[in-house]
């Protein structure tokens, strides 16, 4: 914003008084405009061109990095700090060759550019460090440093780098006012303009910093939307006053592509081993989570996060939901500080809480107990009926007509009710027995209708391992014993027990609480393994593939280089995928149905998502070793078929079946099917398309 005044504020000394900048200022008045915008047009020329619509693929989303709509945060020229060396600044932040001082950058202005590894690093320290008995993954409360988004209030309350505080450059309406006149009257007029609505503030931020708690000499971090000049200006001015600034390179964005990596792609593995925690609604698993946090378990809190308990009834007494986009930056977060040496907890959700969506990644790992135990407390209903009028209708709740009359609208409204689902007559009946107080009637009615809704939300689970306990009190403490008891049984030993964990009876019988009883079955070995060329990602196949094929499409083709591809198809509950600390995925969507896969490291490609993501195809050069399938002397590995055979660039003279087209779900009956099928638990597929002959004029 102040790019014109950069010649004379450059010639003063960083511990300048804030004073000589307004004289400064002053001083800027007897510059002729002409004279200004022949300076800007040659600072312009310095700069590479703002990376407008770009595509930059960061771990394992595509992103299109999209302009600020407003356009006041165009990639204008940065403030250096005179005097001031980013690599000396970046070498005594983090030290030589340490994980804060990699990273930075010497481009842009002030101290040093750090990209947002670092950034995290500073701010909340290494990642997987875990937490403490009754710590929160998500508390930002006790940052490292301070850290200051520079963006406008709206902005930073639409979404905000955890623990970050609010130091708006400008407000809403003058961000909207410089935004306005880069459009409609060009660079210098939005300059300009932003000078003047951010000179008398300049005294005010530097206040605001102090009394945020930090003094001359500390170190900050800042950041904007997009690491431009919003960010670059105020670090400039800081660290004219004496702090120790770092600014985020790629501002705001980059986190949001960090967090997109992490979590906003299905077949992103956990960090760690996952025990999804289920059971019919009261059955008090919320408060369950809550004790074993406090016994130093793990747990990721979807519904804390999103301020909901789940249900229609899930915001009475909550505080406002947060935005869709603070909810994943707070769970990527919470995801960064998991300790891989300790399973994390999640309650079992479904896509969405309240108006929050879970993202792709985490809704994978509740549906699939990745790599661990999917454990599911029965509770009878009495008992949570009782449990549900002691959380919703307590003497004190009922006092307040605001919380009965919010009752009775999560019951009666149309949208985000339940009197569509329940009908007109019940919905009349579940009023009427509010008004005559009958608290527990109205408790069965709702979970006769919310039991039939998890009971078939329950059997969609791809758990490999799952068990059941029983448990007969209401007591969180008890239970929460019992279930750890029962899920460290079946992490030690690989139970997957279908029938209920008497957890009282085990105890009286002299068994230790929460004994797993059902069959006792060894853990699933692993098939067949692969690296990637650098090692970063591996796979790991628990299952025989339902179809190996040599692939002759134009798309297998331009991406492999190759006159065609080889691959194998697996259910996608019996692959794994080990990335290596630092290692990342690049995600390519490349039609409608496929969503492709490679380490971000060495390009090699690892796998692709088919299907809805129900199946998953590995490539064979992939799984360079195999163990002997008991049995058979067949290797399951081998190709059964030509696909995309009417597409290919050369014949292939082998004896096996060469089909037009590809494999698609069975959606007709087998016998509308030209091809072979393959039968999974829940899925048949089918090869379709005509067989064509191996050899045909014109081809190689």
């Known amino acids: 914003m102040w790019t014109a005044a950069a010649v004379l504020l450059r010639r003063l000394h960083p511990s300048a008084h804030l004073s000589a900048i307004g004289a400064a200022r002053r001083r800027l008045s007897t510059v002729s405009s002409a004279a200004a915008r022949e300076h800007d047009e040659k600072e312009a020329a310095r700069q590479p061109p703002p990376p407008s619509g770009r595509m930059a693929t960061a771990g394992s989303q595509s992103v299109t990095a999209k302009g600020d709509k407003s356009g006041d945060d165009v990639e204008f020229p940065s403030f250096h700090a005179p005097g001031t060396d980013s690599a000396a600044s970046a070498a005594g932040a983090g030290g030589e060759g340490s994980v804060a001082g990699a990273g930075a950058s010497s481009k842009g202005g002030v101290g040093a550019r750090i990209d947002i590894d670092v950034f995290l690093h500073r701010l909340h320290g290494p990642p997987h460090q875990g937490v403490g008995p009754g710590g929160d993954l998500a508390d930002v409360t006790t940052p ?109 964005r980059s986190y949001r592509r960090w967090c997109r990596a992490a979590i906003g792609e299905d077949g992103v593995p956990p960090p760690t081993r996952v025990v999804v925690l289920g059971g019919c609604t009261g059955s008090g698993k919320t408060e369950v989570l809550h004790v074993l946090r406090a016994k130093g378990e793990q747990v990721l809190d979807l519904e804390g996060l999103a301020n909901h308990r789940g249900s229609a009834f899930g915001a009475v007494g909550q505080l406002p939901q947060p935005s869709n986009e603070t909810y994943e930056n707070l769970l990527a977060f919470a995801i960064r500080r998991i300790s891989p040496a300790r399973p994390v907890w999640i309650e079992h959700e479904g896509k969405h809480v309240g108006t929050c969506c879970v993202p792709p990644a985490v809704y994978g790992w509740v549906l699939r107990a990745s790599r661990g135990v999917f454990a599911v407390m029965d509770m009878g209903l009495e008992l949570r009926a009782r449990r549900l009028v002691t959380d919703y209708c307590s003497e004190e709740q009922l006092k307040d007509e605001a919380w009965v009359e919010g009752l009775k609208r999560c019951i009666t409204a149309k949208k985000g009710g339940l009197s569509k689902r329940l009908g007109g007559q019940r919905t009349q009946e ?150 290596e600390p630092g290692g990342k995925l690049q995600t390519l969507q490349t039609s409608k149905a496929v969503t492709r896969q490679r380490c971000a490291t060495c390009m090699a490609p690892v796998r692709a998502n088919l299907f809805g993501g129900k199946f998953v195809a590995i490539p064979l050069g992939l799984l360079g070793k195999w163990a002997a399938v008991a049995g058979g002397d067949e290797n399951p590995l081998q190709p059964q078929h030509h696909l995309h055979y009417a597409a290919r660039v050369m014949d292939v003279v082998d004896g096996l079946p060469k089909y037009s087209a590809g494999v698609r779900p069975l959606k007709g009956k087998p016998s509308d099917m030209a091809g072979e099928l393959h039968k999974s638990t829940d899925v048949t597929i089918a090869v379709t398309g005509k067989l064509l002959p191996e050899t045909q004029t014109g081809k190689i």
């Open 430 to 579: 579940a009023v009427r027995k509010l008004d005559d107080g009958d608290w527990e009637a109205v408790s069965t009615m709702m979970l006769e209708y919310y039991d039939k809704m998890y009971l078939h939300w329950q059997q969609q689970s791809e758990a490999v391992c799952s068990l059941h306990v029983e448990c007969v009190t209401a007591d969180a403490d008890a239970n929460a014993e019992l279930l750890l008891n029962a899920v460290n049984t079946a992490l030690a030993t690989g139970t997957s027990g279908g029938d209920p964990v008497d957890g009282a009876a085990a105890a009286g019988a002299g068994a230790s609480p929460g004994a797993v009883e059902g069959d006792q079955v060894a853990p699933t070995p692993v098939l067949f393994h692969g690296r990637c060329f650098c090692g970063e990602v591996a796979i790991n196949c628990r299952e025989l593939p339902r179809s190996v094929s040599y692939c002759h499409c134009t798309i297998c083709r331009r991406l492999t280089g190759a006159p065609f591809s080889a691959q194998a198809l697996f259910p996608a509950s019996g692959i794994e995928m080990e990335i």
């Open 144 to 252: 490292r440093v301070l850290a200051f988004d520079v963006r406008s209030p709206g902005e930073y309350a639409k979404g905000h780098i955890p623990g970050a505080i609010n130091l708006p450059l400008f407000s809403d309406s003058e961000r909207a006012v410089v935004g306005t006149d880069y459009k409609q009257k060009g660079r210098f007029a939005a300059i300009r303009s932003g000078m003047g609505c951010v000179g008398p503030k300049l005294g005010g931020m530097i206040d605001a910093v102090k009394s945020a708690g930090v003094t001359e000499g500390d170190e900050v971090l800042v950041y904007c939307w997009r690491g431009g000049m919003r960010s670059g200006s105020t670090g400039w001015l800081l660290s004219l006053c004496g702090f120790k600034v770092s600014t985020l390179e790629g501002g705001y």
